[in-house]
């Protein structure tokens, strides 16, 4: 552990190859280079993620960094505050028990070729201790304004949350290899054009509940969201305030406790998949001016939606403000009548 090194300028580490514990940096604004190119391993003998970390944060002068053969991290990796680094690529890296970036105003591009698994418990045959650590098995990036582009090709266990925000240039991220999350946040990104989460199958946990698990929020170029293996999300699904011009596609998804699509330029809407049974979902899709068509289930019914009256599927919540829909009722969706309160028996069908 070496913290508020005010004076500190040189520190040669490029011999060293196992870290029992954690290796810790901070504060140090005079530090230029830090090369751990021999270092395979931290966190060899730790008992808790938190005693196995690698946190380099506070090194405000840092322009080179060198972790090209570092493979496994037991607890978490944590970047903070290194406003000269451009390029991160962790090119050995397979397994770590969570990863945290945020903060760094000049990296542009971020790299981990051969990540497979962020994992709090991944090196603990018996269950595992996460220690101290606030998100265990978090991956979050945060707050990067100058990046661009992340690969990430081979993840495909994250066990915690995928949390993305706030970074005001990047225009891809590209998960395709994800299958599982604990939750994702994917928010206020400004230029993002494209989230793939192709493999993407299941959010949340094993116990369903009424928490927004998968937000795709406030993405105000959003283009592409692919989201096509997705079937079960164990919580609210919300997608607001993006573009997403051409529609989204959740043609997959057969159960969640909510559906909050509202505030999108979408064409069309596929919950051609999503059924009442176990347990019947809430739909609120409002406010989406470009918004067409919308694709049910046949189970879902096709009489009347609302909160006092939920249809004979047993769904409810709302359908309403989407000026291209056909509209059968003031408060949302109900038998093509002339337009009024959701009251009665309702005249036709919805074509939608």
Known sequence: LLQSNSELTTLHMEALEVVGGALRLTT??????????????????????????????????????????????????HLGALPFIEELSFDSLTKVAEVHLSDHSSLVSL????????????????????????????????????????????????????????????????????????????????????????????????????????????????????LAALSNVQGALAIRGNALAAGVDLAQLESAYRVDFSDNQSLHLDLSSLTPTPTPPMLVIESNDGLEHIFFHSSMGQTCWSDAFPNPAGVWGKIQNNPLLPQCAAELGVGCGVPGPCAGTPSAPCPF
Request: proline letters at 4%; aromatic letters at 4%; glycine letters at 8%.
């Open 28 to 77: 140090s604004p005079k530090v230029l280079s830090l090369d751990l190119g021999s270092l395979q391993t931290v966190g060899a003998t730790a008992s808790t993620m938190d005693q196995g970390s690698l946190k380099l944060q506070g090194l405000t002068a840092l322009n080179t960094l060198n972790v090209s053969s570092l493979e496994v991290i037991r607890g978490s990796l």
């Open 111 to 226: 790299n981990f070729p051969v990540l497979s698994v962020v994992d709090p418990c991944w090196a603990a045959g018996q269950g595992c201790d996460v220690g101290d650590a606030t998100s265990p098995g978090w991956f979050t990036l945060s707050n990067l304004s100058s990046l661009v582009m992340v690969k990430a090709p081979l993840l495909s266990v994250v066990k915690g949350v995928l949390q993305v925000d706030q970074n005001t240039a990047l225009k891809t991220l590209d998960l395709d290899g994800v299958e599982q999350l604990a939750a994702m946040y994917v928010e206020d990104n400004p230029v993002l054009d494209e989230v793939s989460l192709g493999s993407l199958e299941v959010v949340g946990g094993d116990t369903p509940s009424d928490d927004e698990v998968l937000v795709v929020a406030d993405n105000v170029k959003l283009a592409k969201l692919d």
